[in-house]
């Protein structure tokens, strides 16, 4: 069956800084939460580090070309804060400005748009250490005033602008539960890093709207993460225990921007834990994207548990701390797995669309990230990934059918370009739609990098 996505429908890849550019101590980058971690024992698989990653510092040319190959039309990349400010603050760095400014001269030169995110989590380790990272008072102005050195030095070419990537990873992994940067353990302060995540974009929405936005022509937002949460029965409990998971998860970053406030179900069950949104946070907060940036992967079953019951199937699966919602997650034997074992339900992801929709509005929405690891063998110089392309398949319809419904989505980037440096998990899982061979040299072997690039070439059509 052929489906056809809209003529001017976004397909892109997307990737983010310290998981590709390696060159960790070059050209004058500073260290990021993220070097520090990676040096303490433990922390990452193997002991693995992004200090040389994908090695795209120094060949940002040849994966502009690997982009234009597989007819990429739209490049989601990070900017590294620490590389264009190393201190975090103060003196800005003339290496990292112009690498970042090679990169989308050689992006527009191939015909393909950028779509730069401002904070994929490399904090400058220096604003952890003097300010308290993403707990300290003064890191939102700290904040905007990096995204101020980017719109000035890249807006005139860059028109799509995304805040923060999942603010829920950076609160809860490296706020609550320490098995990401910069490794705190708290019940207290994961909800105290998300409201100063959420100023932090508001402050730098507020300053691109009005000193650069006008000039520049461009639009900016946030990219929020949430795997579908379905009820495990059609009881009561279990509708209600899916719909609070969703809102600790999702709604937590996204009410309080389309809404004013955070969800009633976190205010009632937090208490003194979550900060109040007072009228100026919700002055400063309210109608800042200009669209809904979604990152999605995965679904699992809700129920409800006994009070402090914790989240079965993922160590943080329930999208916040599971002592703190009264939900149960599983999945279901039939679902394939990935090698994150995540479970493959391309269906989950219309769901979480529609949900979308319905809460804010409907408004323009892009999924910025959708993809899957599997540990693909190379055979006679060629990596064969049904798996991977029925992957896409299966997410690509449900999303054309939720499109169908009537869900406002207008563009759609795999996650991820390259295979590179996946965090706490090192390089033991495969993401990318390109291959890396151990020394880094780029190929494309993978069929679903031929394949993708037939979507493409064919205008989005799926059969």
Known sequence: MYKRFPEHFIWGGATSAYQIEGAWNTGGKGP?????????????????????????????????????????????????????????????????????????????????????????????????????????????????????????????????????????????????????????????????????????????????????????????????????REPHTAAAQDRDAAQRALEYFLAWFADPIYMGDYPECMKTRLGARLPKINAADRELLLGTSDFFGLNHYTTMYAAAAAPGGAAEGSVYGNGGLSEDQDVALSISTDWALTDMNWAVVPWGCRKLLEWIAGRYGNPPLYITENGCAFNDKPENGRVHDPDRIAFFEGYLSEIHQAMQNGVNLRGYFIWSLLDNFEWASGYSKKFGITWIEPDTLRRIPKDSADWYRKVIINNGLII
């Open 32 to 228: 990021s939460i993220w070097d520090v971690f990676c040096m303490i024992p433990g922390k990452v698989h193997n002991g693995d580090t992004g200090d040389v990653a994908c090695d795209h510092y120094h060949r940002l040319a040849e994966d502009v070309a690997l982009m234009q190959q597989i007819g990429l039309k739209a490049y989601r990349f990070s900017i590294s804060w620490p590389r264009i400010l190393p201190a975090g603050r103060g003196a800005v760095s003339p290496q990292g400005i112009a690498f970042y400014n090679e990169l989308i001269d050689r992006l527009l030169g191939a015909g393909i748009e950028p779509w730069v995110t401002l904070y994929h989590w490399d904090l400058p380790a220096a604003l952890e250490f003097e300010l308290g990272g993403w707990l300290g008072d003064a890191i939102s102005d700290t904040f905007a005033d990096y995204a101020s050195v980017c719109f000035h030095h890249f807006g005139d070419r860059v028109k799509n602008w995304i805040t923060l990537n999942e603010p829920w990873v950076v609160a809860i992994l490296g706020y609550g539960l320490g098995v990401f940067a910069p490794g705190r353990v708290s019940n207290v302060a994961p909800y105290q890093a998300g409201h100063n995540l959420l100023k932090a974009h508001a402050k730098a929405v507020r300053l691109y709207r009005e000193k650069y936005q006008a000039p520049q022509q461009g639009q900016i937002g946030i990219t929020n993460n949430c795997d579908w």
